[in-house]
Every structure is written in structure tokens, then in C-alpha cells.
């Protein structure tokens, strides 16, 4: 099968670990890379085993003319490089979280269908085995019909305004960050429509969320997501039915689940001892949809990352009220 090229768009950790990924995928390679700084696109190119590096983005496009490009610089430049993309045509996989707010994420969507070209969130948790499993194990019923979901995620992040978590002109912000783990995977595995959402949030004094507090109201569940730069909180989520409970510890990077029965007995513990780096999935998806022509994803639809960009604006509207009142104590 022809070889499939993509090109990366930045030059961080995550992307090196794209890299990785790439190497345990059949007929792929990553052709090239771009960096604002094109001494940092250089160092990376060579640790990466790299041929081709660019100190433009633009450039690195138009001269290479990829099959796809990865995104993976911070939020607040997604949307200009899924466009910068989108003009040329070129298919996109894009870092979480893909959007700021829902007016770029429905422009670029729109975009990407007038261009007929395949854009994806690169939501790889959803791809993992043991969340599948647990998606498994709701569809058979084994704890009957989900009554409640709980999602819990967080750590302390480093407080210093210039960083990635704590600037709002990096795109920062625990919404961003990791809120969008926990409202991705649980849509991803209640697969019911949402009826109610209400979300709250603790601002820094730099204006990024620190602390998210989301409740849903799905047709037959609800669910309570928390996440928060503020704690080391134990990352894990609960599905609890009248039959029993699913724990899926650590769930955007899982590797088991557990299956409890309704008197507390451990009835089934799924390990997922086949995954090498869990970012393989999702680059097979991206190459399988693209040859087969589609514009999306049915695992990683735009629904689910507009629906997301919605509520980071909900986040974002609790953060402007509380500023407002704020000045008028003042």
C-alpha cells in the first residue's frame, strides 16, 4: 500500500511522542516538521529522524504537499492552522483541545465540508482497548442502565503565568486542557443525547479556569465532571448501574477496567496488554478515513468537538460574570 506522509505542525513534547507513534504504523512516516523557530524544528528534526525541517508553516506545506498534517502546538493557534491546512486541502488531525470557543470550531467544520477534506480532534482516548471495553461491557448491559457517571481529573499544575497551563494567550485553562478528557469520554461511552448541562468554574488571577464542575443530564444518566489544576485528584471514572459498577481508572491514557457486580464483588478486570503507544489509533483512523474519502471521523465526529467548544463557552461565560462582579465591589 502507498505510503502515507505526514508533516507536523510544532515541535513539543507531544509531538515527539506522535513520532513514536508513527514508527509502530505500517506505511507511514512523518516527512517533515515546522516551528516558529526553525533552530527548534532543526534539534527536533534530528532527534526525531526527520528528513526535512522549515521555520515556516506555510512553507513547510506548500513544499511538501503531505498526505496529513498533525497539529500540535497550543490551543490558542488550532484554529489558524486547521484553516491554514484546510485552504491547501490537506487533511488534519489536531491536538485536544481542537477550538477555543464554538464560532471556530463551526467555521472550520463548515470549511473542511465546502473543502471536502477530512479534519479530526486527535481525541486518542476514545481509541484506547480498555475504554472500548468498558463501552463493550455498557452495551451488553452487565450493570443494566447507567444511572450515574462520575469523572474526576487533575493535578497540581505549575503556577507560572507565562506557562501553558496558566496563559490565557497560550490557549490555558483546565477546560482545554483536561475538562475536555472528561466531557469527550463520557459522551463518548454513555452514547446518550444530553438534555441538561450546567457548568461552573474557579478562575486564577491570570483569567484561565482552574477548577471545572460540569453536571449532564443525559436521557437516561447523570453525570458529574470535575477537573482541576488545583489538586492531585485520583483520575478515574465511575459508571454505576443496578447491577454493579465500571471503574476505569486514569481514562484518557487507560490500560484496564473493572467490572463489579451489585454486591461489590469483582466479576471481570480488563488488561490491555497490546497497546505499544496509544496514539497509533487514531493515526489509523486518520489514514483509513482519508483514503476512503470521508471528511470525518465516526469515532471523533465534529459534533462531539463542536458540542465541547459549546461548553467551553458556558466555562467561559461563568469567568466574564464573576469578573463583572467583581468591579462592581470595587
Not at 156 to 174: F, H, Q, V
Not at 291 to 310: F, I, M, N, Y
Amino acid at each position: 500500500m502507498e505510503e502515507f506522509r505526514f508533516v507536523i505542525l510544532g515541535a513539543g513534547n507531544i509531538a515527539a511522542r506522535f513520532c513514536d507513534a508513527v514508527c509502530h504504523v505500517k506505511n507511514c512516516r512523518v516527512s517533515a516538521v515546522a516551528s516558529k523557530s526553525l533552530e527548534r524544528a532543526k534539534q527536533f528534526a534530528q532527534n526525531n529522524q526527520i528528513e526535512h525541517f522549515y521555520g515556516s508553516y506555510e512553507e513547510m506545506l506548500d513544499i511538501e504537499k503531505p498526505d496529513g498534517a498533525y497539529i500540535a502546538v497550543t490551543p490558542n493557534d488550532h484554529y489558524r492552522l486547521t484553516m491554514m491546512c484546510l485552504e491547501r486541502k490537506i487533511p488534519v488531525l489536531c491536538e485536544k483541545a481542537m477550538f477555543q470557543n464554538s464560532g471556530e470550531a463551526k467555521k472550520a467544520f463548515d470549511f473542511a465540508r465546502e473543502q471536502q477534506t477530512f479534519v479530526m480532534e486527535a481525541m486518542w482516548s476514545r481509541f484506547l482497548p480498555a475504554v472500548r471495553h468498558t463501552g463493550e461491557w455498557l452495551r451488553e448491559g452487565k450493570i443494566g442502565q447507567p444511572a450515574l457517571a462520575r469523572f474526576t481529573i487533575g493535578f497540581c499544575a505549575p503556577e507560572d503565568e507565562n506557562n501553558r497551563y496558566y496563559n490565557p494567550k497560550l490557549g490555558g485553562g483546565a477546560a482545554k486542557d483536561i475538562t475536555v478528557y472528561a466531557y469527550e469520554l463520557t459522551t463518548y461511552l454513555l452514547e446518550q443525547k444530553v438534555q441538561e448541562l450546567c457548568a461552573n468554574a474557579d478562575w486564577s488571577t491570570t483569567g484561565v479556569d482552574l477548577t471545572d464542575h460540569v453536571s449532564i443530564r443525559f436521557e437516561h444518566t447523570m453525570a458529574d465532571l470535575m477537573a482541576t489544576f488545583e489538586a492531585n485528584v485520583e483520575d478515574q471514572m465511575i459508571l454505576y448501574g443496578k447491577k454493579g459498577k465500571i471503574v476505569l481508572p486514569c481514562p484518557h491514557y487507560a490500560s484496564e477496567c473493572f467490572l463489579y457486580g451489585e454486591d461489590g464483588q469483582l466479576l471481570e478486570h480488563f488488561q490491555d496488554e497490546t497497546t505499544v503507544n496509544g496514539f497509533t489509533y487514531e493515526i489509523e483512523e486518520v489514514i483509513s478515513c482519508v483514503r476512503k474519502g470521508k471528511t470525518e471521523s465516526e469515532v471523533v465526529p465534529h459534533q462531539v468537538t463542536l458540542d465541547c467548544a459549546k461548553l467551553f463557552d458556558q466555562i467561559g461565560k461563568t469567568g466574564k460574570k464573576k469578573r463583572e462582579q467583581r468591579n462592581e465591589q470595587d
